[in-house]
């Protein structure tokens, strides 16, 4: 599982009722602190980036859409692995998890995974290559959408985008 990297999004008020239920059974099934990281948003810390209990948060207010954040922090920050599983912060496993996570990648010829039909879920495996080759793209909206103030038009953009760039609710397209 080490080639395998748990992106989690949470809320700060939400953020200390899921997340440590969530690492608790991550941890459980072999799953190092190093390959989890937790985006935080609406985050009152001061610091972009903190390392709480020995895994690593990256701490972010810039947007309402905050899966959107990210693939931006992913790119800027260096972040690129072999493969991102996106997760939702309520989730849980059970011991057949690793063992599955493996066979579908080891299985797929595709670069983006979806678990769920649902899409708020939060839920995928993406291989790194994508946030490579579409980190311009990325950047360049992200930037621009920040800069909406109002939630109804942001809402209104981001369908649009997701339609000229592929990229969607995680930032890019699991169609």
Same mark, same amino acid.
């Not at 999004?9 to 459980?28: A, D, F, M």
């Not at 610091?47 to 709480?52: A, D, V």
């Not at 983006?112 to 993406?126: Q, R, V």
């Given at each position: ?16 009722e ?37 895994v ?18 992913i790119i800027?920050?260096?972040l690129?692995?072999?493969w991102w599983?996106? +997760? ?5 496993f059970?011991? $057949?998890?690793? *063992? =599955?996570? @493996?066979?579908? !990648?080891?299985k797929?010829? /595709?670069?983006i995974?979806k ?20 980190s311009?793209?990325l950047? +360049? ?7 909406i $103030?109002?939630? *109804? =038009?942001? @809402?209104?953009e !981001?369908?649009?985008?997701e /339609?000229?760039v ?5 930032g890019?397209?699991?169609?």
């Amino acid at each position: 599982m080490n080639d395998i990297f748990f992106a989690i999004p949470t809320v700060s008020h939400y953020y200390k009722e899921t997340i440590p239920k969530l690492l608790q059974n991550l941890k459980q099934l072999g799953v190092s602190d190093y390959n989890i990281i937790i985006f935080v948003n609406e985050s009152e810390s001061s610091q972009r980036f903190t390392i709480e209990n020995g895994v690593r948060h990256y701490h972010s207010n810039e947007l309402s859409y905050f899966e959107w954040i990210i693939p931006k922090i992913i790119i800027e920050e260096n972040l690129f692995h072999d493969w991102w599983f996106l +997760l939702h912060d309520t989730v849980s496993f059970n011991e $057949t998890m690793p *063992n =599955q996570l @493996k066979e579908k !990648i080891l299985k797929t010829t /595709k670069r983006i995974i979806k678990l769920t039909p649902i899409h708020s879920n939060n839920t995928g495996i993406i291989h790194g290559d994508i946030f490579r080759e579409y980190s311009q793209e990325l950047i +360049l909206v992200i930037s621009e959408l920040s800069k909406i $103030t109002n939630i *109804n =038009q942001r @809402k209104s953009e !981001i369908i649009k985008r997701e /339609k000229e760039v592929r990229i969607s609710f995680l930032g890019i397209s699991f169609g």
